[in-house]
């Protein structure tokens, strides 16, 4: 695994809210299958903020015993409210004071990046063209 030479590796951690419907994991599971399928190895965990497992503290603390250095974290949301403004950096805090031989990065968040927006706005248009 790309993240097991001490503390050299990367990774990804997809970052939800979660829902209480496992249903609702869908979308962030095909995002994860899409990464591992063209990320040449890269390691890549799911977490949320509520209701479903791993927790965020969970995939840190799974990555960094496998020897993770680099972890990058990608909030799964339209917007920065509440939780990405107060929560997350919190938990990312928190993780870094435990796991310091991790560099841990908060992305924006997905809904906010130029391509995200971009390909929404396609969608929206195909939407109109199928009717």
Request: negative net charge.
């Amino acid at each position: 695994m790309n993240g097991q030479a001490g503390g050299t590796g990367s990774a990804v951690i997809l970052f939800g809210h979660g829902a209480r419907d496992p249903e609702w994991a869908r979308p962030m599971q095909r995002i994860r299958a899409a990464l591992q399928q063209d990320g040449g190895g890269l390691p890549v965990e799911l977490a949320f903020l509520e209701f479903m497992t791993p927790t965020l503290p969970e995939a840190i603390a799974r990555l960094a015993a496998e020897g993770v250095g680099r972890i990058a974290v990608v909030p799964v949301f339209l917007a920065q409210g509440g939780h990405l403004k107060r929560d997350l950096p919190a938990l990312i805090g928190q993780a870094q004071a435990l796991h310091p031989e991790c560099r841990i990065v908060l992305a924006e968040a997905a809904g906010e990046a130029d391509g995200v927006i971009a390909a929404i706005a396609d969608y929206a248009k195909g939407c109109l063209r199928a009717m």
